[in-house]
């Protein structure tokens, strides 16, 4: 948003205030958390819903035929639109962006990988919208995975403390080493973790034994025991998405196809039942909590999923073996979300978001990726600040945070470059609560810290003795 608009933005929201009766200190009063004082006590918690991939196109006609009933509640019920996304749009970059309100320009991520110190220019990062899979060619000797030392701006756990409130964070893409925060993280472990023979970078897991994967530190033990790993699925469960008996049928990319999304499945199960458990016992103003198995499926189902819109030589059996299990992961996630929806408060707000959405794609020289991020995804508002059976219209994935911050009370930056969604928030919500602004935050460098580097031989040798790396 350009300056002189977010001042004008600015001085309509100081009038609103002064018509509302407030005064002028109480207006600029930091937003107080639950159980103190501040203007933010009555708005109560967001929780912020993060799904890589997701995409109407996908949804709606599963909402029609009945198979997702949290989505059908959110677009009865709630705001809905279509969230553009920018570039470029690997996830990390993505998910930054939303944490941070500002783009990758700014903020420093832009892929999953970047040079190590003295390699030289022998190998290029992915950037683009290559997202997981165009880190496949470029995994190698020379590149290191990002990390959260690597962001040069503050995310929304660094600028609640700022006012008062707390932060819980489950599975975010690049919060590993875990930062001191108000409240917790539990951070996505990327770094070292490449998909056996391919190449590819996982979106991240729990790996006992690597440091600073959660904040506190200790609470690494009590998220322990509800840890999933890929050999934990159950044949019942694994039955939801394809038969696994029929799966010795499929071709060598059928197959790896499966293994990583056996891979997929266990990270978000995992963050599942962390999130649950966290967002009952440890409660806090803003909870986020990120999934990406939409996006792993949709990379490389699609062509089982729709053969025809790829002329990709999908063989019949396998479009039967494999067709159902893009659909039927949007139905495991629409059940996640309903899990947060049965746990809402009167006094809260869910927000739902995609980092993008998905096309068909024909890359002949990778047989497992055959759907592609397109910039068209989702964002939903529901509960006590949304709007009801509202269509929001013209959203970027910049207007995320902004319009989260002025949900819990907390002063908008005018360095911020996205706006907030007005037209998603219910009219009679946005009268009493009037959106403030501040120059800045004044939260000087992100703390940072322990680098991708400081791993040492021994914390290699429990990944590869874990089975993450070779």
């Given at each position: 948003?350009?300056?002189?608009?977010?001042?004008?933005?600015?001085?309509?929201?100081?009038?609103?205030?002064?018509?509302?009766?407030?005064?002028?200190?109480?207006?600029?009063?930091?937003?107080?958390?639950?159980?103190?004082?501040?203007?933010?006590?009555?708005?109560?918690?967001?929780?912020?819903?993060?799904?890589?991939?997701?995409?109407?196109?996908?949804?709606?006609?599963?909402?029609?035929?009945?198979?997702?009933?949290?989505?059908?509640?959110?677009?009865?019920?709630?705001?809905?639109?279509?969230?553009?996304?920018?570039?470029?749009?690997?996830?990390?970059?993505?998910?930054?962006?939303?944490?941070?309100?500002?783009?990758?320009?700014?903020?420093?991520?832009?892929?999953?990988?970047?040079?190590?110190?003295?390699?030289?220019?022998?190998?290029?990062?992915?950037?683009?919208?290559?997202?997981?899979?165009?880190?496949?060619?470029?995994?190698?000797?020379?590149?290191?995975?990002?990390?959260?030392?690597?962001?040069?701006?503050?995310?929304?756990?660094?600028?609640?403390?700022?006012?008062?409130?707390?932060?819980?964070?489950?599975?975010?893409?690049?919060?590993?080493?875990?930062?001191?925060?108000?409240?917790?993280?539990?951070?996505?472990?990327?770094?070292?973790?490449?998909?056996?023979?391919?190449?590819?970078?996982?979106?991240?897991?729990?790996?006992?034994?690597?440091?600073?994967?959660?904040?506190?530190?200790?609470?690494?033990?009590?998220?322990?025991?509800?840890?999933?790993?890929?050999?934990?699925?159950?044949?019942?469960?694994?039955?939801?998405?394809?038969?696994?008996?029929?799966?010795?049928?499929?071709?060598?990319?059928?197959?790896?196809?499966?293994?990583?999304?056996?891979?997929?499945?266990?990270?978000?199960?995992?963050?599942?039942?962390?999130?649950?458990?966290?967002?009952?016992?440890?409660?806090?103003?803003?909870?986020?909590?990120?999934?990406?198995?939409?996006d792993v499926a949709s990379h490389r189902f699609?062509?089982?999923?729709?053969?025809?819109?790829?002329?990709?030589?999908?063989?019949?059996?396998?479009?039967?073996?494999?067709?159902?299990?893009?659909?039927?992961?949007?139905?495991?996630?629409?059940?996640l979300l309903g899990e947060y929806l049965e746990?809402?408060?009167?006094?809260?707000?869910?927000?739902?978001?995609?980092?993008?959405?998905f096309r068909p794609v024909l890359l002949p020289?990778?047989?497992?990726?055959?759907?592609?991020?397109?910039?068209?995804?989702?964002?939903?508002?529901?509960?006590?600040?949304?709007?009801?059976?509202?269509?929001?219209?013209?959203?970027?994935?910049?207007?995320?945070?902004?319009?989260?911050?002025?949900?819990?009370?907390?002063?908008?930056?005018?360095?911020?470059?996205?706006?907030?969604?007005?037209?998603?928030?219910?009219?009679?919500?946005?009268?009493?609560?009037?959106?403030?602004?501040?120059?800045?935050?004044?939260?000087?460098?992100?703390?940072?810290?322990?680098?991708?580097?400081?791993?040492?031989?021994?914390?290699?040798?429990?990944?590869?003795?874990?089975?993450?790396?070779?």
């Open positions: 948003m350009p300056r002189l608009t977010r001042l004008v933005a600015c001085l309509l929201a100081t009038a609103l205030t002064a018509c509302s009766g407030r005064g002028e200190g109480e207006a600029t009063r930091p937003a107080g958390g639950h159980g103190s004082a501040g203007s933010g006590k009555d708005r109560g918690r967001v929780i912020l819903f993060g799904i890589d991939g997701a995409d109407w196109s996908v949804i709606d006609p599963l909402v029609d035929g009945g198979r997702l009933p949290a989505f059908r509640k959110l677009k009865e019920e709630g705001a809905t639109g279509v969230l553009m996304s920018l570039e470029p749009s690997a996830s990390p970059a993505l998910w930054t962006s939303v944490a941070t309100g500002v783009g990758p320009d700014r903020h420093g991520i832009r892929g999953f990988v970047v040079p190590a110190p003295g390699a030289g220019t022998g190998g290029r990062a992915p950037a683009g919208d290559e997202g997981e899979e165009g880190a496949a060619a470029t995994a190698k000797q020379g590149l290191r995975p990002v990390t959260s030392a690597m962001r040069r701006t503050p995310a929304f756990w660094n600028i609640l403390p700022r006012f008062g409130l707390k932060a819980g964070v489950v599975g975010w893409l690049v919060t590993w080493p875990a930062e001191p925060v108000e409240g917790f993280i539990v951070s996505s472990y990327l770094p070292y973790i490449y998909n056996w023979s391919t190449g590819r970078p996982l979106k991240g897991t729990i790996v006992k034994g690597i440091p600073r994967q959660t904040y506190p530190e200790e609470l690494i033990d009590e998220i322990d025991p509800l840890m999933v790993k890929p050999a934990d699925l159950d044949e019942a469960t694994l039955r939801r998405f394809y038969d696994p008996a029929r799966a010795a049928r499929l071709s060598r990319e059928g197959r790896e196809c499966i293994e990583g999304f056996r891979w997929s499945l266990a990270c978000d199960e995992t963050y599942r039942r962390i999130g649950l458990h966290l967002f009952e016992r440890h409660p806090v103003d803003l909870f986020a909590i990120y999934f990406g198995g939409v699609w062509k089982f999923a729709y053969p025809e819109a790829l002329r990709y030589g999908v063989g019949a059996e396998e479009a039967a073996i494999l067709g159902r299990v893009i659909d039927e992961y949007y139905v495991y996630i629409d059940g746990r809402l408060a009167p006094e809260d707000t869910l927000v739902v978001v995609s980092d993008h959405g020289g990778r047989p497992a990726t055959s759907g592609h991020h397109r910039p068209e995804g989702i964002i939903a508002l529901y509960g006590r600040a949304a709007r009801r059976g509202h269509t929001i219209a013209h959203a970027s994935l910049l207007d995320v945070l902004p319009t989260i911050l002025a949900i819990l009370g907390v002063p908008v930056s005018m360095d911020l470059e996205g706006r907030v969604l007005q037209d998603a928030l219910d009219p009679r919500f946005a009268l009493r609560h009037p959106v403030e602004f501040v120059e800045g935050y004044d939260l000087g460098e992100p703390a940072g810290g322990l680098e991708a580097s400081d791993l040492d031989a021994n914390v290699l040798e429990r990944l590869r003795s874990l089975g993450y790396i070779n």
